[in-house]
């Protein structure tokens, strides 16, 4: 049952749209809606919030602005997370970025609540800020330490005097824009107060930081709030944290005494949730002729808000990468009057493995060597800068079983030699790695006399196939047909998980659920009549109401193999892109990935979320940034006709091919984390294939055609 | 989006004279009006429905020429028989723009007028002075990499996004109008755009109560037809660059030439000095680089736009060479 | 700026929606999407973007794909709305429904309701000959259904967890199997 490709069990819902997310809760009845008006400055002052022409308009109930807000808990910045802090809106008349909610408006229905907000008069003090990273990073300053709890900056032996001896230097500048997560589903909230208690139902990938979050914004005990969330569309990071649309939801639902729902538009998006910050990162690679590397530097710069900091690992992908005897990595922080940055998808190793596995290509061709050859070389035996042995380490199989499948011996070595109709065709690779997180989760499972089981948790699917992957693990161990299995989540009474994010969710969860069903067996077994009767027979046997047990996994600080060796997940990416040799638009042709994660629990949904995951890369490569006005501080291309995420047409043959394993230092099921897997390394291999394709080096990211442009050769016949 | 008056018209005659309303609209496939609507970009305070109006039939001319309804869905054109087979460039272009979803609501007419998609547009708390007459253009000295190379003024830079409009442009179609006491006009699509001078917020010649029933197009031109599309996406996105070609030749010179350009002017942009460079001249990648210089003449890059130019200028000359192919 | 401070008068309309009529009152400024999840309580068609940029609320008018969020509801009285709901249920899956559960064309779900609707119009499009971006020749009246037909055809149906290949998959699945 485990590891077997089967169905989502979810699936039939979600195909004929049964599944029910935040918004689509009718059970408490009609709700008001709310709406959010945001700020049209950038940095200031309001001088003026005017909403009486609002309040009269049709419909409306409230009008909520900083002047009648309810007081709110600030941000404790001893919680070590960010998203359980709380995130209190409307509290002040500052305007700290663009787009910050200066006032909701709720009224009968969406279009009266939105046509309102346009009627609050609002004056502003606009106050300079300063939204422009090119020109500011010489402001930037090193932060205490990064996303995940890591070191802003490592060193391992004399990175300056490796360097300067090396044989072939790589030494180049890479930048990435702003991008968002922008899952499907937008951000919302629907809330329901019943009594002085609240049900939320709310778009969340983790229950607990939801359930926090708001206790300590609106200062009630947690354990009066209900967070719902049974299916979610999507976080990609961004619903990691609840956002202004459940804080005011929540305070509005009190204040009024009835249900009110508030979602976000997909334009305020671009300025409420879900920030990848820009980078500009430099890499240093020193390598002898041979090819092994005797240096390594891996420098970032990245804004932030001055508010709230946040430092995306994006140079720690690299202390892990490749072996090297001199090395220093570090992170530095643009202060920007821009809202906060926020985990998207495979935060750090996104931008992070673009720079640097487009170096190595780099360095490859200044070697003249084959890119698989390169890395080979400078794999490593043991962690690079901990010296700690690596757990299941199989970049190389990865590389290899993906040159054998994609056909890599086809690859032209000369950059712009191959062409195929209009097309320069060209071929890229590049490496994936990303550290495997745990954290705490419990879950219960209980044994029923009729022969099913239901097992609970507070984690969430967002996706990834939590429904399905329990299930299996669920029936598996308790010996019953899956379809005899029931699993709830989302739900805030259910036993705590660290929910989904990270890559972790599935590891955590399937080992709770694991431990629950082996403490349960343990307890049932006691009573068997003998050694072959089933779970289900001594259930009903002695148990009339059913049985339950817990499950838990502890904390990566508390599992000694976290000290011992370094987990992680790996991968290959193979890419063919086309570039037009006229206009240079830039096609991808065909796509490869291969992955070892440990044991695939269900390789269906494992490659799903693999195959999305290197489509993301695809994306980061070739289409994804927001651009902000550096005027006014607001993103401008705020919507999906202007921020482009591939379509369809975009996406070719892509397949990801799973190597199955098992690594027992990771847990007793052997799982590591695939969430982000696909993402790592992804946009590298597109860009490498774009310089084979053209001999045109993008360093600046994505690769529109206006930068390959130039590089073309002139219009012939 | 504010308040409005709903109506749904009977027939042409009703609809017009709902529009002596002040604040009054059509409302078509309203793909673009309610997109702006939402935004609060248009306000109309009275919505004149004209989606079930008889003009969706798309009919032979006697003189060998297509009238099309103002309509007919942008999806129904772009599948009709005689369009595919006498005048391929106006699918080609249909199919190139929006989804399938939005070509089956779009109409013809709606299609004609749809509005810029700078993003300043569509931002009303940016100085734009095509939504805000006076108030500035924030796309100079902003993100303009979409904008105008063509036709533009320090008053506005903004692109008409259309494809089919430039389809029909090279195709010398005629649009109908008529307007109160059942007055109806031809105008050639070459005069129905306006250029933005001081006035970008005044982009056609239609009146203020007049209606689009239809366009024209004349017997197709000699030679074989060709739209290309440029755009950062593999589709559902807008042109950066888009280039409409009729091309005859005989012997390998050409005979006739006809050249337009999406996405780079305010306008559907024929460029009669490319075809003036091409005529009786060579079918050659000369003659075509003569012409793509011809035609770029007078472009004006501002700053993230520029590559526009040279681009244009490719996607013309290898239009014209794989349309004078087989020519 | 003018301010229109008028309750609007509101519509009563029939809409039929999967072959059931029911009698609304609306707002005129209702979008046809929101009649159908604020008020029919039909939330299987979703709200990914409101301004047609993104498919998820990709319902059948009359036979024909549309985005939901950019027409009003007003404007289809006597229409024939079908939305997800009206193709399959759990227990009894449309061909679509079923290829997609089978081939995982879908993760979070947000975007499969549009993609499922919009793949049912499409087949109709391609049935009645309608040419592609990607028809080598607009011309010819048959169409083959390759890959690439269906990805360009599909191109209006985002899906951010990326299941486009396991999506094209499922539609192949079921248009190979209509035609055997
Ligand atoms: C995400 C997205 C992507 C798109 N991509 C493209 C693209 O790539 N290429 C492209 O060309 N287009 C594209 N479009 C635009 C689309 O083609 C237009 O929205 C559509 O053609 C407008 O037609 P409609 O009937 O819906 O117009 P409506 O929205 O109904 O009307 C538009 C305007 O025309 C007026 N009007 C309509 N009919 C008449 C008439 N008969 N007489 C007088 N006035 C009239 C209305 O009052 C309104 O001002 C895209 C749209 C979206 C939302
Ligand atoms: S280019 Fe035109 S539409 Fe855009 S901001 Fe300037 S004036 Fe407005
Ligand atoms: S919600 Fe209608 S297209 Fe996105
Ligand atoms: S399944 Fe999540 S957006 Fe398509």
Redesign the pocket.
């Known amino acids: 049952m485990i590891g077997q490709a089967i169905s989502r069990v979810d699936g039939p819902f979600k195909v004929t749209g049964q599944a029910t997310y935040a918004h689509e809760h009718w059970e408490a009845g009609q709700p008001l809606y709310g709406f959010i008006l945001g700020a049209t400055i950038g940095r200031g002052r309001i001088t003026l919030i005017d909403a009486s022409r609002a309040e009269h308009s049709p419909g409306v109930r409230k009008v909520m602005t900083y002047r009648n807000a309810p007081a709110q808990g600030a941000p404790d910045e001893s919680i070590p997370s960010l998203y359980w802090r709380a995130q209190p809106v409307l509290t002040n008349p500052e305007i700290r970025h663009y787009g910050e909610p200066v006032a909701l408006v709720v009224a009968g229905t969406f279009e009266q609540a939105r046509a309102a907000a346009s009627l609050i008069d609002i004056e502003y003090a606009v106050e300079p800020g300063n939204y422009d990273f090119a020109t500011r990073q010489d402001q930037s300053y090193v932060p205490k330490v990064v996303n995940g709890r890591m070191e802003a900056e490592t060193s391992v032996g004399d990175f300056d005097s490796g360097f300067n001896s090396a044989a072939v230097k790589v030494d180049q500048r890479y930048t990435t824009p702003y991008q968002f997560s922008h899952p499907m589903e937008p951000n919302a909230c629907l809330a329901v107060p019943r009594g002085d208690d609240l049900i939320l139902y709310v778009s969340a990938q983790i229950v607990d930081s939801a359930r926090a979050s708001v206790a300590n914004t609106l200062r009630i005990d947690p354990e009066r709030i209900l967070v719902v969330t049974p299916y979610v569309g999507g976080g990609f990071g961004s619903k990691l944290g609840i956002h202004s649309e459940t804080i005011l939801a929540a305070l509005a639902a009190r204040q009024l005494n009835e249900p009110v729902k508030v979602v976000l538009t997909r334009q305020q998006i671009f300025h409420l949730m879900g920030l990848r910050p820009t980078t500009s990162q430099r890499v240093r690679l020193g390598a002898g002729k041979d090819g092994r590397l005797v240096a390594i530097a891996h420098e970032v710069n990245m804004y932030t808000s001055p508010h709230e900091e946040y430092a995306e690992q994006t140079a720690a992908t690299t202390r892990a990468l490749y072996a090297a005897p001199n090395r220093w990595t570090s992170h530095r922080l643009t202060p920007l009057d821009l809202p906060r940055g926020e985990d998207v998808r495979a935060p750090g190793e996104a931008p992070g493995l673009l720079a640097v596995e487009s170096a190595m290509d780099e360095l490859a061709y200044a070697l003249a060597m084959d890119p698989i050859e390169l890395r080979i070389r400078n794999e490593p035996k043991v962690h690079p800068e901990t010296g700690i042995p690596f757990s299941d380490r199989r970049l190389v199989e990865c590389m290899r079983e993906g040159a054998r499948r994609f056909g890599w011996d086809q690859r032209p070595a000369q950059p712009a030699s191959l062409r195929k109709g209009r097309w320069l065709v060209g071929y890229g690779m590049a490496a994936a790695i990303r550290m495997h997180f745990q954290g705490p989760a419990k879950a219960r499972v209980r044994m029923c006399p009729d022969g099913t089981a239901v097992v609970q948790s507070d984690m969430t699917d967002i996706g990834g196939g939590t429904y399905t992957i329990l299930a299996q693990v669920a029936a598996e161990r308790l010996g019953l047909p899956i379809d005899r299995v029931r699993v709830e989540i989302g739900r805030s009474d259910f036993p705590v998980s660290w929910g989904s994010g990270g890559s972790w969710g599935a590891a955590n969860s399937s080992t709770a659920v694991y431990r629950a069903c082996e403490a349960l067996r343990e307890k049932l077994l006691a009573s068997a009549r003998d050694k072959s009767e089933a779970l289900s027979e001594i259930v009903a046997r002695n148990h009339p109401e059913g049985l339950e047990a817990e499950g838990e996994i502890v904390s990566m600080e508390k599992d000694p193999n976290y000290r011992a060796y370094s987990l992680n997940t790996y991968g290959a990416h193979f890419a063919e892109v086309g570039v037009d040799v006229d206009t240079a638009e830039i096609r991808l042709r065909r796509m490869l990935g291969v992955f070892a994660a440990g044991r695939f629990l269900n390789p269906k949904t494992a490659r799903s979320q693999l195959i999305g995951g290197m489509t993301f890369g695809v994306s980061y490569a070739l289409h994804e940034q927001a651009v902000v006005d550096t005027r006014s501080g607001a993103f401008v291309n705020r919507d ?2 202007e921020y482009l995420v591939p379509v369809h047409a975009d996406i070719p043959e892509l397949d990801a091919v799973l190597l199955d394993g098992f690594d027992d230092k990771a847990n007793v099921l052997g799982v590591k984390g695939i969430g982000e897997l696909g993402v790592c390394g992804s946009a590298a291999a597109v860009t490498n294939a774009v310089f084979n394709a053209t001999g045109v080096r993008v360093r600046d990211f994505p690769i529109t055609l206006e930068k390959v442009l130039p590089g073309l050769p002139l219009m012939e016949a | 989006m504010r308040p409005f008056i709903y109506e749904r018209a009977t027939d042409a005659r009703a609809a017009i004279a709902a529009m002596s309303t002040a604040g009054a ?11 702006l609507m939402k935004l609060e970009i ?1 306000q109309p305070t009275h919505l004149v429905d ?2 079930r109006l008889a ?1 969706k039939d798309i009919e032979e001319l006697p003189d060998g020429g297509l009238r099309i309804g ?2 007919a869905s ?1 999806s129904d054109t772009a599948a009709d028989r005689r369009v595919r087979t006498r005048y391929p460039l106006l699918s080609q272009a249909l199919v ?4 399938g979803q ?2 089956n ?3 013809v ?7 810029t998609r700078c993003p300043y547009f569509y931002d009303t708390a940016s100085a734009c002075n095509k939504r805000n007459p006076g108030s500035g253009c924030s796309a100079i000295g902003g993100l303009n990499r979409s904008h105008a190379i063509l036709g533009g003024s320090d008053a506005c830079i903004a692109t008409h ?5 430039v389809a029909m442009t090279v195709l010398d179609a005629q649009i109908e109008l008529l307007g109160a006491n059942q007055a109806a006009r031809r105008v050639a699509i070459a005069d129905f755009y306006r250029l933005p001078g001081d006035t970008p917020h005044i982009e056609t010649v ?1 009146g203020p109560n ?4 239809g366009v024209v197009l004349p017997p197709p031109p000699p030679g074989r037809q060709v739209y290309r599309k440029v ?1 950062d996406r593999a589709s ?4 950066l660059v888009s280039v409409a070609a009729i091309v005859a030749t005989d012997g390998g010179t050409i005979t006739s030439a006809r050249v337009g350009f999406g996405g780079v002017a305010p306008k559907p942009w024929r460029s009669v000095e490319a075809e003036a460079a091409l005529m009786g001249r060579p079918a050659t990648m000369a003659t075509y680089r003569d012409a793509a210089e011809a035609a770029m003449t007078h472009a004006i890059g501002r700053g993230q736009n520029d590559f526009k130019i040279e681009l244009a200028k490719r996607t013309l000359c290898r239009t014209l060479a794989q349309v004078a192919q087989v020519g | 700026m003018q301010l229109v401070d008028v309750d609007i008068a509101k519509h009563t309309i029939e809409l039929k929606v999967n072959g059931r009529p029911s009698n609304l009152v609306l707002d005129p400024r209702t979008s046809l999407l929101d009649a159908l999840r604020e008020h029919l309580h039909l939330t299987g068609t979703k709200k990914g973007c409101d ?3 993104c498919g998820a609320c990709t319902v059948l008018l009359n036979g024909r794909r549309i985005n939901s969020c ?1 027409t009003l509801a007003v404007m289809h009285e006597g229409d024939e709305i079908v939305t997800v709901e009206g193709l399959g249920s759990p227990q009894a899956l449309h061909p679509l429904q079923a290829a997609f559960v089978e081939r995982d064309g879908f993760q979070c779900g947000y975007c499969t309701s549009g993609q499922i609707c919009s793949a049912v119009g499409m087949l109709a499009e391609v049935k009645a000959g309608w040419p592609s971006h990607v028809t080598a020749d607009v011309a010819s009246q048959q169409i083959e259904l390759t890959a690439e037909e269906i990805r360009e055809r599909m191109s209006g149906n985002i899906c951010r967890c990326a299941a486009y290949p396991n999506i094209v998959a499922a539609i192949r699945d079921v248009a190979e199997g209509a035609r055997r």
Do not use: C, V, W
């Open positions: 999906l006709a | 609209k059509f409302i078509s496939g309203g793909t673009n009006l309610l997109d248009e004209i989606s003009f103002a309509q942008n190139a723009g929006a989804s939005l070509r609501k779009a109409s007419g709606g299609n004609l007028l749809q509005r996004p259309s494809d089919m409009a239609l007049e209606m689009i029933t755009r559902y996105a807008f042109a | 301004h047609g940029q950019l």
